[in-house]
């Protein structure tokens, strides 16, 4: 067996998460449901520390099955049953590979309840304490959830605008 994180072949195997972007209209415009990343680590930070509800899946999972879980899980509610299109791939700066789709619908963010997470905290105290994955979910227009999303997401944003634009069916 080789190096931890080397698969087959001495291959990286890079971690895989998929999550849904929904939208919903709103006068001329639109809006795009973010969530807060939970923990002591995003706690005091709000530019750049919203993400679309996501998470990690196996290889050899369906991805966009992935996707309708997670969003599940960190929001406490099931996707909506729409069309749903893909958004495509981006690698974040971490590493990992991140699958989305847009998905129309509508949400009441103060609703959100999310799974939880277990790290030590304080660091080096050995306590481990519980944090929800998700602290609060929001709907933004495009020009701030620009503003708000990790930045290895923003393609996401930006696809979306183009294809709603664009006049492009749902795939």
Do not use: C
Request: glycine content about 12%.
């Amino acid at each position: 067996m080789g190096p931890p994180g080397l698969g087959h072949a001495g291959h990286v195997v890079r971690k895989q998460s998929a999550g849904l972007l929904l939208h919903r209209p709103e006068g001329d415009g639109l809006e795009v449901l973010l969530a807060h990343m939970g923990g002591p680590f995003w706690m005091r930070k709000d530019e750049g520390a919203w993400s679309i509800p996501k998470g990690e899946y196996e290889p050899g999972d369906d991805p966009l099955t992935a996707a309708r879980r997670e969003f599940e899980e960190e929001l406490g509610w099931p996707p909506p049953v729409a069309t749903y299109r893909a958004l495509g791939s981006v690698i974040q700066s971490g590493g990992k590979l991140v699958t989305a789709w847009a998905v129309e619908g509508d949400f009441d963010a103060s609703t959100a309840v999310s799974n939880t997470f277990e790290i030590e905290w304080p660091p080096g105290s050995g306590l481990l304490k519980s944090f929800p994955e998700i602290d609060r979910a929001d709907w933004f227009t495009p020009d701030v959830a620009r503003t708000k999303l990790v930045k290895g997401q923003i393609p996401f944003l930006d696809r979306l605008v183009a294809d709603l634009s664009s006049g492009l069916s749902a795939r």
